[in-house]
């Protein structure tokens, strides 16, 4: 079992900046660790991923933009996002995936509002 807990989100105005931590509570070296977002009406969609290994997948809409990234000694991952638009408004989830067991994980969600 694994939980997961985010925090970092907030109010921000355009072109400000936020970083979201998903804090996990037990190790997440094997795990892909994903960032989703839920914008109210609509579905939700992957934000950013990394693997076991380092690679990384961004969404087209925050490519450049946003920086994930993790630090498995601390069982950590982070989504470091720039030049904030009013469209990143959402609630934001942290995800972990065990491919070999298929076992998944969500956290509670934090929101991200982003508004002048």
């Known amino acids: 079992q694994v939980q997961l807990v985010e925090s970092g989100g907030g109010l921000v105005q355009p072109g400000g900046s936020l970083r979201l931590s998903c804090a996990a509570s037990?190790?997440?070296?094997?795990?892909?660790m994903s960032w989703y977002r839920q914008a109210p009406g609509k579905q939700r969609e992957l934000v950013a991923a990394?693997?076991?290994?380092?690679?990384?997948n961004y969404a087209d809409s925050v490519k450049g933009r946003f920086t994930i990234s993790r630090d498995n000694a601390n069982n950590t991952v982070y989504l470091l996002m720039n030049s904030l638009k009013p469209e990143d408004t959402a609630v934001y989830s942290c995800?972990?995936?065990?491919?070999?067991?298929?076992?998944?994980?969500w956290g509670q969600g934090t929101q991200v509002t982003v508004s002048s």
């Open positions: 990394i693997t076991r290994s380092g690679n990384i």
């Open positions: 995800n972990a995936f065990h491919p070999p067991t298929r076992r998944n994980y």
């Open positions: 037990n190790g997440i070296f094997s795990y892909l």
